[in-house]
């Protein structure tokens, strides 16, 4: 008997996310969920990826019952589906353009609709009910923009942001107290964790963006920084290295070579830059263990995940750590 972790279409056949399943190798519990979940789950597994407690498995490997199986079809992010790299390359150009304009709202649009995506991203492919995460996420996305803005052009300073974690919290106990598939307490934990850091996030870039003559230039080089040591991250973890530099130790090189570049550029100081790429580094390291967690049960510090956008969740547990830096550096 395993534990049989299930993503998108198949958690959906199945009518849960995580089921037992009997069977002494792993092979002998695909077939068993085969036979309880029928053609169109058989469809699905020749292209699926599977995983024992995290690693690729062998399929003729035993399993015992403290053991999980995850299935994860090819659109979790497989070598395979270049959706893996264009997905997050697409949301970095949309924000990236979105920044160009001096209205802001253009900026705050863009975040709305990446949040949005990324939330559904998550609710899809995380190993969160999504019935216990999809709504308070949307909603803190919102939240975390539209009341952050408003409050500060209203002349309320930071106080928005407060408000929009608030509303984050509110927002997941009210679904729990109205839907009882959202009450599980490990779900609900996870669900107002996210929802959290989805305010703070989405909150700081905005305040990030207008609360100085140079948040352009503040958002400017933050998100280049994101984009490019990810970038970096995900092509070491997918070439032979010949052990020269791990994807953790690159991804925090590129952070700081072109925070410093991108700072210089838009002239700003170059030494403090340094400094808030460190910083921006541990939000990333933070938040590619945070979006494993959320995605796998494990923490993985590279790598690829489930889904196709855990790259923005990374970007916004960040952004919660660089606007006080940037605030107390650059401003």
């Excluded at 490997?61 to 659109?75: F, K, R, S």
């Excluded at 697409?90 to 209205?103: E, Q, S």
């Excluded at 570049?261 to 460190?278: D, P, R, T």
Aim: cysteine-free; charged content about 10%; glycine content about 10%.
């Amino acid at each position: 008997m395993a534990h049989l972790r299930l993503f998108a279409n198949l958690r959906e056949l199945a009518g849960a996310s995580t089921v037992d399943v009997p069977g002494d190798t792993v092979q002998q519990v695909l077939d068993e969920a085969v036979a309880r979940f029928g053609e169109r789950f058989r469809e699905s597994l020749p292209t699926a990826r599977v995983w024992v407690n995290g690693e690729p498995a062998d399929l003729a490997g035993t399993v015992g019952v403290d053991d999980e199986v995850a299935i994860l079809p090819p659109v979790s992010g497989g070598s395979e589906d270049p959706m893996w790299y264009l997905a997050p390359l697409g949301v970095a150009a949309l924000l990236l353009l979105a920044n160009i304009p001096a209205d802001p709202v253009w900026f705050l649009t863009a975040l709305v609709a990446a949040g949005g995506v990324w939330a559904w991203d998550l609710a899809t492919w995380g190993r969160i009910n999504p019935e216990a995460v999809r709504i308070p996420l949307l909603i803190s996305v919102l939240a975390g923009v539209l009341v952050t803005y408003a409050s500060a052009v209203g002349g309320s300073g930071t106080a928005g942001l407060g408000v929009a974690v608030a509303i984050a919290v509110i927002v997941v106990l009210s679904q729990a107290l109205l839907r009882p598939e959202a009450r599980d307490v490990v779900d609900l934990a996870a669900a107002a964790s996210v929802s959290v850091v989805a305010a703070l996030g989405t909150g700081s870039l905005v305040l990030a963006r207008i609360f100085t003559q140079q948040g352009q230039d503040w958002v400017w080089a933050f998100l280049a920084m994101m984009a490019v040591a990810r970038a970096v991250s995900g092509f070491l973890a997918t070439t032979d290295r010949n052990g020269l530099i791990d994807p953790l130790s690159g991804s925090v090189i590129a952070a700081v070579v072109v925070g410093i570049g991108v700072g210089l550029l838009v002239g700003l100081n170059g030494f403090a830059m340094f400094l808030v790429a460190i910083v921006v580094s541990v939000g990333m390291i933070t938040g590619g263990a945070f979006s494993s967690l959320l995605r796998t049960g494990d923490v993985y510090f590279t790598g690829r995940l489930p889904g196709l956008l855990s790259d923005v969740g990374v970007l916004v547990t960040s952004a919660v750590l660089f606007l006080p830096i940037a605030k107390l550096l650059l401003a």
